[in-house]
Nanobody, 115 residues
Framework: QVQLVESGGGLVQPGGSLRLSCAAS????????MGWYRQAPGKRRELVAT???????NYGDSVKGRFTISRDNAKNTVLLQMNSLKTEDTAIYFC?????????WGRGTQVTVSS
């Protein structure tokens, strides 16, 4: 059984930074695409960033230039560095990993950007 555990969320002031981490554990043969999504109250879940197994990254338009996704295959981990945070970045952030071609989601971590 595979589990994803996110960490790193919290409260930060506008302009600040946070780093999210998502670690996969369990029976894993291969890690394929990884990504982060977010859902704000009353809104649909949206793409934040994805990264392929060869390291190619893709970002949602609202976070380009501010967020950076990376992966550590040795640790089965995907990271999201978030800089220049804005109040509109407030949401629950979910990691998503394609493991052995099966889709897994974390439970989410709350990010709140407020003064």
């Amino acid at each position: 059984q595979v589990q994803l555990v996110e960490s790193g969320g919290g409260l930060v002031q506008p302009g600040g930074s946070l780093r999210l981490s998502c670690a996969a554990s369990g029976r894993i043969i291969s890690m394929n695409a990884m990504g982060w999504y977010r859902q704000a109250p009353g809104k649909r879940r949206e793409l934040v960033a994805t990264i392929t197994s060869d390291g190619s990254a893709n970002y949602g338009d609202s976070v380009k230039g501010r967020f950076t996704i990376s992966r550590d295959n040795a640790k089965n981990t995907v990271l999201l560095q978030m800089n220049s945070l804005k109040t509109e970045d407030t949401a629950i952030y979910f990691c998503n990993i394609l493991i052995d071609w099966n889709d897994y989601w974390g439970r989410g971590t709350q990010v709140t950007v407020s003064s």
